[in-house]
């Protein structure tokens, strides 16, 4: 076999090697976020108060092997985006005195948005999220919503309330959390 | 189908299963270490200045995925983790260790004991975590934790229990960061991680 025919072989292994490295490297954490945005409120311990939209999972234990580096000092509310069809409004208002934030994800993991209750200065969070190609013809944006244009059309909504002792913050912190809603504009 | 044929269909495929199996190797060579995306250090704490952020590169993105998905920026939230002692030896749950410092310029503050494997160790007490508001801090205005497998009663330090034999890491976590700190996470007067006594067996 001549060695024309050998290198051009070595050349063939070695770009289908560097194609598949760059498909695992590239899809690994999009694999990875869609597991999450496909997990059932069931699945992650939903609390009463739950519905289809919006989970508000259990405080956080040795329990939880869902996500990874979970923080036992937050206390969360989620929820799945689509805005493929229709926009979605998303609004909170906690009035804690203590850190909150809730922050947007995008498909591909990356943390595209995120507000705090410093930057809403005791205001109630209202955003809308709209596709890449805006919202579709004829549907009314609130007109005190932020508008937040998405990278993705799926991702997560994830709301974070500082607790620095469940026990005692319980009756303040739940009811606080349960502000949390993500509606589909029709 | 002709030996020659077969033997260049053989051949093509081998290639083929050869390349991706190298792909896939080469992959999981690049990913097996979460913690070595790009980052700055300060002590033994090292800090990935592109967690969560739109900026990450394809590497930097898959590694937070995997160690620390769901991260926020570091203008919302610095995370700096610690897999090493100041003495460059690997933290392991065995071992107790001393950890001090003074309360980092942010917000809120915590510092939480991990296993190997990104999640929570299983205690009965739930105690995981010290944070800016659990800490106690002494005359000098510095705090103190304890980890380790066993309590030591003559020791009030706050424990976090370790239990088992495997990788320790801890995580220290800023939210809302001093700007002139996110902006130089290495600046971090870092909290030092000293092994106290003998390692369980």
């Known amino acids: 076999m001549s060695a024309a025919r050998w290198v051009r072989r070595l050349l063939l292994l070695l770009a289908i090697a560097a194609g598949v490295h760059l498909l695992m490297v590239w899809a690994l954490p999009r694999v990875i976020m869609h597991k999450v945005l496909n997990t059932t409120p069931q699945e992650l311990g939903a609390q009463p108060g739950s519905t289809a939209q919006v989970y508000f999972p259990p405080m956080t234990d040795a329990t939880q092997r869902r996500i990874v580096m979970p923080s036992p000092d937050l206390l969360y509310a989620t929820c799945v985006f689509d805005v493929s069809a229709r926009p979605l409004r998303i609004r909170a208002d906690p009035r804690l005195p203590g850190y909150w934030s809730v922050a947007l994800y995008g498909a591909n993991s990356d943390n595209f948005f995120v507000v705090n209750d410093r930057q809403l200065a005791g205001k109630p969070l209202d955003l809308v999220l709209v596709g890449a190609r805006g919202a579709p013809e004829g549907t009314p944006l609130p007109a005190a919503a932020r508008v937040v244009s998405v990278p993705s059309n799926r991702g997560l909504v994830l709301m974070r309330v500082l607790v620095a002792d469940y026990a005692a913050d319980r009756a303040v912190v739940e009811p606080a959390r349960r502000t949390l809603s993500c509606e589909a504009l029709r | ?201």
């Open chain 2, 1 to 201: 189908m002709t030996p020659t044929r077969w033997r260049r269909w053989s051949n093509a495929v081998g290639i083929v299963l050869a390349g991706v199996a190298l792909g896939l190797g080469s992959a999981w060579l690049a990913l097996k270490s979460p913690l070595s995306a790009p980052s700055q250090m300060a002590g033994a704490w090292r800090t990935s200045v592109l967690a969560g952020s739109a900026d990450a590169d394809l590497y930097t993105r898959a590694r937070i995925a995997i160690g620390a998905l769901l991260a926020l920026s570091r203008e919302e939230t610095l995370y700096y983790i610690a897999d090493h002692d100041d003495a460059g030896a690997p933290l392991r749950s065995a071992c107790s260790y001393h950890v001090e410092g003074v309360p980092p310029p942010a917000r809120w503050w915590s510092i939480t004991a991990y296993a190997d494997d990104f999640f929570l160790f299983p205690n009965a007490a739930r105690r995981y975590s010290l944070n800016g508001g659990t800490a106690r801090l002494d005359g000098a205005g510095r705090f103190a934790l304890r980890t380790g497998p066993t309590a030591d009663a003559a020791d009030p330090t706050h424990w976090l229990p370790t239990p088992g034999e495997r990788g320790l890491l801890l995580t220290l976590r800023l939210y809302n960061p001093d700007p002139a700190l996110a902006a130089a996470p290495g600046g971090l007067v870092a909290p030092r991680i000293r092994r106290v006594g003998d390692c369980a067996r």
